[in-house]
T-cell receptor, first 112, second 115 residues
Framework: AQSVSQHNHHVILSEAASLELGCNYS??????LFWYVQYPGQHLQLLLK??????LVKGIKGFEAEFIKSKFSFNLRKPSVQWSDTAEYFC??????????FGPGTSLSVIP | NAGVTQTPKFQVLKTGQSMTLQCAQD?????MYWYRQDPGMGLRLIYY???????DKGEVPNGYNVSRLNKREFSLRLESAAPSQTSVYFC??????????????FGEGSWLTVV
C-alpha cells in the first residue's frame, strides 16, 4: 500500500533562514508528487507538483522541490523564508489508479 | 468560479445520529475525494471516486459510506456518528487518470463535532 511520511512534525525558523522539509513515499511504480500548503484558517493550496521530466520543480512563492527516485523522496526547499510562510505543509503522492495520499504534515513557524 | 462546494460548513451531532455531507464541483472533473483532517495526522483519505459510477475505499473508510450521484456530486454519509468522527472533512476533485499531474482542488471544509 502506498504511504507518505514527512520527516518533521514542527519546524521553527527565523526569517531569512533556509528551509528544507523532507518527504518520502512508498510505492514502486510511477508517481505524481505534490506539495500543498495550508495557511491558518484557509484550505489547501498547491505549491508545486512533479509528474515527469526535470526532477527539480519550481513552484509559487519561491519554493522548489527535488524528486529523487532512488530515494523515494520529494523534499521541499526555500532559500530564505518569510514570516508569511508560517503554515502547514503537506506532501502528497498519486500512485495506483487515482488514489491520492497525503503525509501527516509539517507545521512551519517563522519568527520575525 | 465556485470550484468545489461542500455543505454544511459546521455541524454538531449526537452520538448515533446520521448525517450526509454534500459536495459538488463545477469543473467537469472525473475524480472526487473525501478526506478528514485531524491534528498531527494530516489528511487521511476516506473514499474516492475515479469516475461517475465508481467508488473505492481509502485509508480510513470504516463508519462512512459514499455516493457518486453524478459527475458533479459526491456525498459522504455517516450512518451512526461516533465521537471519533469529530474532524474537519474536505471534499476535493481533480481531472482524473487521463491527465497526469493535474492539481487537486479542495473545498473549504466541513467542521463536524460528535458529542
Amino acid at each position: 500500500a502506498q504511504s507518505v511520511s514527512q520527516h518533521n512534525h514542527h519546524v521553527i525558523l527565523s526569517e531569512a533562514a533556509s528551509l528544507e522539509l523532507g518527504c518520502n513515499y512508498s510505492y514502486g511504480g510511477t508517481v505524481n508528487l505534490f506539495w500543498y500548503v495550508q495557511y491558518p484558517g484557509q484550505h489547501l493550496q498547491l505549491l508545486l507538483k512533479y509528474f515527469s521530466g526535470d526532477p527539480l520543480v519550481k513552484g509559487i512563492k519561491g519554493f522548489e522541490a527535488e524528486f529523487i527516485k532512488s530515494k523515494f523522496s520529494f523534499n521541499l526547499r526555500k532559500p530564505s523564508v518569510q514570516w508569511s510562510d508560517t503554515a502547514e505543509y503537506f506532501c502528497a503522492v498519486k500512485a495506483s489508479y487515482d488514489k491520492v495520499i497525503f503525509g501527516p504534515g509539517t507545521s512551519l513557524s517563522v519568527i520575525p | 468560479n465556485a470550484g468545489v462546494t461542500q455543505t454544511p460548513k459546521f455541524q454538531v451531532l449526537k452520538t448515533g445520529q446520521s448525517m450526509t455531507l454534500q459536495c459538488a464541483q463545477d469543473m467537469n472533473h472525473n475524480s472526487m475525494y473525501w478526506y478528514r483532517q485531524d491534528p498531527g495526522m494530516g489528511l487521511r483519505l476516506i473514499y474516492y471516486s475515479a469516475s461517475e459510477g465508481t467508488t473505492d475505499k481509502g485509508e480510513v473508510p470504516n463508519g462512512y459510506n459514499v455516493s457518486r450521484l453524478n459527475k458533479r456530486e459526491f456525498s459522504l454519509r455517516l450512518e451512526s456518528a461516533a465521537p471519533s468522527q469529530t474532524s474537519v472533512y474536505f471534499c476535493a476533485s481533480r481531472q482524473g487518470t487521463d491527465h497526469s499531474g493535474n492539481t487537486i482542488y479542495f473545498g473549504e471544509g466541513s467542521w463536524l463535532t460528535v458529542v
